[in-house]
Structure formats: structure tokens, C-alpha cells
């Protein structure tokens, strides 16, 4: 008999290895595939003398999105995502094309943020039904001072004391970039510049399927990568990989009773210094050095549904992942930046993977991981723990810090329910060494 709990367990670190679990069943295959739309902000004001560039708020974004929906009633959303791309020409490019782009340590970097749906076709056996409508609810923290910021447990408090008019599809964690305007957790474009101090304060942002409201809680488990070896004055710590702690995922969910229901599962970022530890209760970090570390960490949002809101059939979650990487069609020399596989054409690959695997999918996110640097250069993207690269310069007899131009790829990881495992002629794989020195070391190979 499961015992269903009535408030969300706590969450201040990974929780415990349980061990290998069993008695589960695997999930039933699908065919369906899985499609991005992109929904972007549209310039409102031009760049000038006194004023930046501004766009659409994301509260737009939603509503467009819902038009889609209801001109497209086949199509059933499984995850959103509010996703950023690179600008260009004083705001007017939005590059969303490109799977490579470059971030300029010492000039001004622009990005937007645009709002993916990750869609399903509906199932032929699926009766016929209204469109979908997605609805957004925005949790910051309260903050009295730049010192006294609300903590994590106390905003997931605020969100369930909070009627969700729907069904939770999403709950994702982005970082908000505190200016000298007010924090506006819709603002759709900032800029960064790696010799600022800068602020950036969490966002809690909950998706839903309007409907009714539903008698349920949220919660989040953090799962932190544990130390493995102790950096030196020139050597970086050795930390645990993503494989490593998508274990611990997979056993915990295993674990919970039935009427845990994950709704997504996604890689977040947290400024780090490795001689002190890792509090993913905080919500707001600084970028206030020239030299940064940063810690991934998985972060599994899921709801538990009331027992008074009817039975629970669904069985227990054994939770895959697939890393789908850009193929590369020419790699970068030093006179050259390589060509690299459209953004477009790889989530496209995305769909062809899961028809072909018959995924059962649980949740998807796109992921920015740097080419040839940080510790990517170490752990492929299989790492956790990353920096970026500084260099010196001299005039005179004086020498300064600088940041290193870094590139960045767009990755996108799927997670199933159930590890799917690879046939034969259904993929070919990639070459991660091509944009790293080790290849992924996650859940099965790298899609190209």
C-alpha cells in the first residue's frame, strides 16, 4: 500500500541513494514524435543614443502561442520552455538559426528570450477534444535588500498556497538579470558584458493546460554532483558527471509513491566557488570576477496529486535521457569557425529519434554548453562543473585580466520513461570529440 504524502519531502540536497529499485514496468511505446515551436518577441523600441532595444513582454509570447493551439488541435504540448538566443546589429537579428554561436568576454553580449512549446501530435486513439491553452504564473523571490533574498523552500510554500487554474506541465528555474530597472520577470531581453558586476536572481515559472484547478502540490529535488577530488592553486576539483547523477534520479524515482507525478527534469546553473558549498536554496548569485566557476545540477520538478482527486494509475517513472547534438560538417580551424548542422535541422532529428525509438516522453530541455573550454574541454558534455577561460594582457608595467571569447553550442537532452535502448540502423553517432575531447558519457550514445 503507498503511503501518499501531503507536502512536498524536503529538497535542500540530492536525496538519499535507495539503491537498486524493482517491481516496475516499463511504460508503453509511442510513435508520435515530439516538435519545437518557437514563439519570439517582437522589437518595440529601436536601439538609440539614450535608450536600449526593447521587445514583446513573454506574457505575448503565451497568448500567440495559444493561438497556434487552436488553429492547430491536433497538437497536444507535452513541455515549455523559455529558451534564449543570441542578438546581433543592435538588436534587430535574432540568430535562430545558427547551433554555434559566440560570446565576447570583454564587449556587450544581447539575448532574448523566446518561449518553446515541445508538441506532440495527439494519439489516433485519442478522443477528439478542445485546443490546448497553456497558462504561466511568475514566482521571484521577496527581496528586501541585495543581502536579504527569499529563500527556495519559501517561495515552493508561496506556490502551493497558490490555486493553479490547470494541469502543471512545467516548472522550470531561469535566471533573471537584476539591472538598475526593476526586476521584471517578463522582460524578454538583457545584456551581458563580462567585466560587469552583475546580479541574476532566480525565477520560478509554472506552465499549465487551463482547466480546472487541481488539488495538488509541487515540489523540486535538487541532485547535486558530489566532489570527487579537491582542485589545487592550478587545477580545478573533479566533480561528479551527469551520468553519475542521473543515477541517483532514476533511483529516487523509483522510490516515490505513485501520485509523484515529474513533470520535467532540467540541468540548472549555479555560480560556484568550490571551496565553499552548494546551496540551491539560494536564489540570486552574482558575477562580480573575472574567473568564474559554475556547478550543474539537476533539478526534478514534480506534483503530487491528492488522493481525493481520484485513483493513480500511473506506474513507476524509470527515467532515460538522450543527448541529441548538431552534427558537424567542418571542423574550426584557426582561421575558421567550422560549419555546424542548423538548429532546425537537429531538433527535426529530435522528432525522427523519438517516432523511430517509440519514446515515451517525459520532459525535454535545450542546453548551452561551451566548445573546447571550461569543463567541457575535461568531461565532454557529460560534465557538471565548468569556467570560463581569462587571459592576460600587458601595457607597460601594468597587466590586466580579461575574459576569453568563448563559443557555445545548442544541445538538446530527452528524457523518456523508460531507457530506450538503441537498434541497430536507427541512428548513426556522433562524434562528440569533434567539439570536446571526450565523447558524452550519459545515458546511451549522442544522436546525429
Not at 91 to 99: F, K, N, Q
Not at 229 to 244: L, V
Not at 254 to 267: A, E, G, K
Not at 296 to 312: C, H, M, N, T
Request: aromatic share 10%; charged share 25%.
Amino acid at each position: 500500500m503507498y503511503h501518499y504524502a501531503s507536502a512536498p519531502p524536503e529538497y535542500s540536497g540530492a536525496p538519499p541513494d535507495y539503491g537498486v529499485a524493482t517491481g516496475s514496468s516499463p511504460a508503453p511505446l509511442t510513435a508520435v514524435g515530439l516538435q519545437a515551436v518557437d514563439f519570439l518577441p517582437r522589437m518595440t523600441a529601436e536601439d538609440g543614443p539614450s535608450n536600449r532595444p526593447e521587445y514583446e513582454q513573454f506574457g505575448v509570447l503565451v497568448e500567440r502561442a495559444n493561438r497556434f493551439l487552436r488553429d492547430n488541435p491536433h497538437f497536444s504540448v507535452n513541455t515549455c520552455e523559455s529558451v534564449e538566443f543570441r542578438v546581433y546589429n543592435r538588436g534587430y537579428e535574432i540568430d535562430t538559426v545558427e547551433s554555434v554561436f559566440t560570446a565576447y568576454g570583454e564587449a556587450n553580449n544581447r539575448y532574448i528570450r523566446g518561449l518553446r512549446l515541445w508538441t506532440q501530435y495527439r494519439h489516433s486513439s485519442m478522443p477528439a477534444s478542445e485546443p490546448e491553452q497553456i497558462g504561466y504564473l511568475n514566482f521571484l523571490p521577496d527581496i528586501q535588500n541585495s543581502e536579504l533574498v527569499e529563500r527556495l523552500d519559501h517561495v515552493v510554500q508561496r506556490i502551493n498556497r497558490t490555486p493553479i487554474k490547470g494541469t502543471i506541465i512545467t516548472v522550470e528555474t531561469q535566471p533573471v538579470k537584476w539591472g538598475s530597472k526593476a526586476l521584471d520577470p517578463d522582460r524578454t531581453i538583457w545584456t551581458e558584458r563580462g567585466s560587469a558586476s552583475e546580479r541574476f536572481v532566480n525565477l520560478i515559472r509554472i506552465f499549465y493546460i487551463r482547466g480546472p484547478v487541481e488539488q495538488s502540490q509541487v515540489g523540486l529535488a535538487d541532485f547535486v554532483p558530489q566532489k570527487l577530488e579537491d582542485g589545487g592553486t592550478f587545477s580545478n576539483p573533479r566533480m561528479e558527471t551527469f551520468s553519475t547523477v542521473m543515477q541517483r534520479v532514476r533511483q529516487w524515482l523509483l522510490s516515490v509513491p505513485p501520485n509523484y507525478r515529474p513533470v520535467n527534469v532540467q540541468t540548472v546553473m549555479f555560480r560556484w566557488s568550490y571551496n565553499k558549498g552548494v546551496d540551491t536554496k539560494d536564489m540570486m548569485y552574482h558575477e562580480n570576477k573575472k574567473h568564474l566557476n559554475y556547478l550543474r545540477f539537476l533539478r526534478v520538478a514534480y506534483v503530487i496529486e491528492k488522493p481525493d482527486s481520484g485513483p493513480v494509475s500511473r506506474s513507476t517513472i524509470q527515467l532515460g535521457s538522450k543527448l541529441i547534438v548538431p552534427e558537424m560538417a567542418q571542423q574550426p580551424g584557426f582561421f575558421d569557425k567550422g560549419t555546424f548542422e542548423s538548429q532546425e535541422s537537429c531538433r527535426r532529428r529530435v522528432d525522427q529519434w523519438v517516432k523511430a525509438a517509440g519514446a515515451r516522453v517525459v520532459s525535454a530541455e535545450t542546453l548551452v554548453m561551451r566548445i573546447a573550454g571550461g569543463g567541457e574541454s575535461v568531461y565532454g558534455f557529460d560534465a557538471m562543473h565548468t569556467w570560463n577561460d581569462t587571459h592576460q594582457t600587458r601595457s607597460g608595467n601594468s597587466s590586466s585580466t580579461k575574459r576569453d571569447d568563448e563559443r557555445f553550442v545548442y544541445l538538446y537532452r530527452i528524457y523518456t520513461d523508460g531507457i530506450v535502448p538503441e537498434t541497430g540502423g536507427m541512428v548513426r553517432e556522433s562524434r562528440l570529440e569533434n567539439y570536446t575531447t571526450q565523447t558524452d558519457s550519459g545515458e546511451g550514445c549522442a544522436i546525429a
